[in-house]
């Protein structure tokens, strides 16, 4: 059965703050706790398909601020909703900046479209690391969140920005308190998804992939992470035995496929016992 993620919170709040790029006005939606402050908090990247569901981001391009569209707090997909109001539910601060909606591409993009050019502007190498950063930056400056307890978490495509975050704070650690700890979902982690082969960083990961996954090769990851444990970077894996991509979405269709539905609990349970032994 589904872990119980608690009485579903109130929609979303939705803030805007600036991306390191120095240009881009990132919409992001706050999943806030209900005890008392200062939290943690945990950023969330999305994925190739963007924040939003697929029953409603067909139409959308531009998301921001001053501008109707029908891409916003109350469409968010399934899964970044579970998740959010997953770790409200257990004191953290959730939040869920929306790369693609402020660069006019809330549509997302569909399965297989790596060689897409129209995602160049919003990759996971050069673009939507600076995301996290400016993500990073905008709860350091808040008066409710514990600066040193911010941790990452990203899917996919957000799942590579996340890894591609941690290799870049491993070359800046001493000059910034960056993120805590990172956990990624089914990432691509071929030489063109990566800005190195090997992870160097002294904030732990883990990682969570699906032995059946049809969008990116789980083998590749392993590989990954083994250069990075050589290198001296704590990183753990979790294979799933029978689970997809996107394992961890709850949506009927989904969770019909065999191995998913595990996959999804086991990771819940411990995506959040990571977060809370990193804290310490």
Known sequence: MLLPVAVATAAPQTV??????????LTSYVFLPRTPGPWPAIVMLHGRGGPYSSNDNADCSFVGAGRASPCNAGTLSKRHTMWGEYWSARGYLAILPDSFGPRGKAHGFGRFSHDNPDRADVNELTVRPLDADGALNYLQSRGDIIAWQIFLQGWSNGGSTALNVMIRQGSQ????????????????CGETAL???TISTIAPIAMFLGSDDEEVSPLICQHVAERSQQAGTRIDVTLYPGATHDFDEPSSQRQATPGNQAAMNDALVKAAARLDSWKN
Do not use: E, K
């Not at 650690?173 to 691509?188: E, H, I, K, M, S």
């Open 16 to 25: 805007y703050f600036p991306s390191a790029d120095g240009r881009t006005a």
């Open 173 to 188: 650690q001493g000059n910034r308190t960056g993120y805590r700890g990172a956990l990624v979902f089914y990432p691509g």
């Open 195 to 197: 800005l190195a082969p």
